[in-house]
T-cell receptor, first 113, second 112 residues
Framework: EADIYQTPRYLVIGTGKKITLECSQT?????MYWYQQDPGMELHLIHY???????EKGDLSSESTVSRIRTEHFPLTLESARPSHTSQYLC????????????FGPGTRLTVL | EDQVTQSPEALRLQEGESSSLNCSYT??????LFWYRQDPGKGPEFLFT???AGEEKEKERLKATLTKKESFLHITAPKPEDSATYLC?????????????FGAGTRLAVHP
């Protein structure tokens, strides 16, 4: 059973605001990921981390940034939100070795007006 | 280029009417194929991992199979609670960071 949490679940915010989406996991997983998903579309990887102080950009270009100061915490920040950032943001984690089964959080639905 | 294609895009079944969902993939070296279930407004829920052609895995009314070019998710005697979007993803051996490539999913609706 995966224990990965995301807050807030829903966020409606105005253009230009700075936002941070929180993601925490209690499984001690080294790897963590952020995906972006639009309705009816594929998940696209925007950021990932192999461990503390390790962050990399994924395949989909994103104006967001991430940090990994603690193993269990992987927040995503948008310095200046725009309507084009409106989407579902999903956080996931997996163990370092073995099969790369990724366990997902419930997601944050972001709407930028 | 690595690619995952799922079909059909949407499927409507009557309760008890068995069917199969398809996931076709193109990767340079398959490390694993994953099936997830996603309910509206929620994150994907892990179902199965398959590693090699010929492998099969089952969970309740679901059975996943794998060939060298595609995977099937068979649903036997589905119930309304099986309604969800089913996602397929592949992990490429050549990927530098064990990335998963997702298909767009099949939206399944099971009606009583």
């Amino acid at each position: 059973e995966a224990d990965i949490y995301q807050t807030p679940r829903y966020l409606v915010i105005g253009t230009g605001k700075k936002i941070t989406l929180e993601c925490s996991q209690t499984m001690g997983h080294d790897k963590m990921y952020w995906y972006q998903q639009d309705p009816g579309m594929e998940l696209h990887l925007i950021h990932y981390s192999y461990g503390v102080n390790s962050t990399e950009k994924g395949d989909l270009s994103s104006e967001s940034t991430v940090s990994r100061i603690r193993t269990e915490h992987f927040p995503l920040t948008l310095e200046s939100a725009r309507p084009s950032h409106t989407s579902q943001y999903l956080c996931a984690s997996s163990e370092y070795g073995g099969p790369n089964t990724q366990y997902f959080g419930p997601g944050t639905r972001l709407t930028v007006l | 280029e690595d690619q995952v294609t799922q079909s059909p895009e949407a499927l409507r079944l009557q309760e008890g009417e068995s069917s199969s969902l398809n996931c076709s993939y193109t990767v340079s070296g398959l490390r694993g194929l994953f099936w997830y279930r996603q309910d509206p407004g929620k994150g994907p829920e892990f179902l199965f991992t398959l590693y090699s052609a010929g492998e099969e895995k089952e969970k309740e009314r679901l059975k996943a199979t794998l060939t060298k070019k595609e995977s099937f998710l068979h649903i036997t005697a589905p119930k309304p609670e099986d309604s969800a979007t089913y996602l397929c993803a592949v992990q490429d051996l050549s990927g530098g960071y064990n990335k998963l490539i997702f298909g767009a999913g099949t939206r399944l609706a099971v009606h009583p």
